[in-house]
Nanobody, 123 residues
Framework: QVRLLDSGGGLVQAGDSLRLSCATS????????MGWFRHAPGKEREFIAA????????YYGDSVKGRFTISRDNAKNTVYLQMNTLKPEDTATYYC????????????????WGRGTQVTVSS
């Protein structure tokens, strides 16, 4: 059974940091590109970051460049999202996702999705 368990969200103040984790099982993690997306009420789902299978290539959405960092540990089948200098507009539910094709993943298509973890940033 495929599982993607997002965790690490919470309520923080503007300027704070959070680290999200997505622990996976049930599929071959090392052959999947991994990504993070977020969805806020009243807004469309937004691409946040993606990382290649070997972790050497990363991509970021414009709204988080320079503040968020995606990483992965293939030995632990886990992908991370380090979020620094959080802003109220970062408030959303964050989802990890997996796909063998990087371009499709970044376009919002995923073979597997996590259930999401809520991040709330107060001003």
């Amino acid at each position: 059974q495929v599982r993607l368990l997002d965790s690490g969200g919470g309520l923080v103040q503007a300027g704070d940091s959070l680290r999200l984790s997505c622990a996976t099982s049930g599929f071959i993690f090392s052959t999947n590109h991994m990504g993070w997306f977020r969805h806020a009420p009243g807004k469309e789902r937004e691409f946040i970051a993606a990382i290649s299978c070997n972790g050497r290539t990363t991509y970021y959405g414009d709204s988080v460049k320079g503040r968020f960092t995606i990483s992965r540990d293939n030995a632990k089948n886990t992908v991370y999202l380090q979020m620094n200098t959080l802003k109220p507009e970062d408030t959303a539910t964050y989802y990890c996702a997996a796909h063998e094709n990087s371009e499709r993943l970044r376009g919002g298509t995923a073979n597997y999705w996590g259930r999401g973890t809520q991040v709330t940033v107060s001003s």
